[in-house]
Nanobody, 121 residues
């Protein structure tokens, strides 16, 4: 069974850094685009950063210059380096795979369980 396992969330003071990781496990041939989303209380889930299989990236305007998304295809893992964190970054962060190719067929829009990031003032 395929899983997206997230780690690295926690509590940090404003100005600090966190590094999130999301590792896909199970029988996987390859993964297309992957991204990080977040959902804050009272807010709609939004895209934070995305990356294609070849490493092209895009970011929400609110995190440009502070966050960096990267991936390691050999490990089926995507990372989100978050620097100069702000209280407004507080949210549950979710990893998503656009398409996971498995022996049983493709899995589309496959989500992780989410990890809490809390930034104190």
């Amino acid at each position: 069974q395929v899983q997206l396992v997230e780690s690295g969330g926690g509590l940090v003071q404003a100005g600090g850094s966190l590094r999130l990781s999301c590792a896909a496990s199970g029988s996987i041939y390859s993964i297309d685009g992957m991204g990080w989303y977040r959902q804050a209380p009272g807010k709609e889930r939004e895209l934070v950063a995305g990356t294609t299989r070849d490493g092209s990236t895009n970011y929400a305007d609110s995190v440009k210059g502070r966050f960096t998304i990267s991936r390691d295809n050999a490990k089926n893992t995507v990372y989100l380096q978050m620097n100069r964190l702000e209280p407004e970054d507080t949210a549950v962060y979710y990893c998503k795979a656009d398409r996971i190719y498995t022996p049983r067929g493709p899995l589309n829009d496959y989500w992780g369980q989410g990890t809490q990031v809390t930034v104190s003032p």
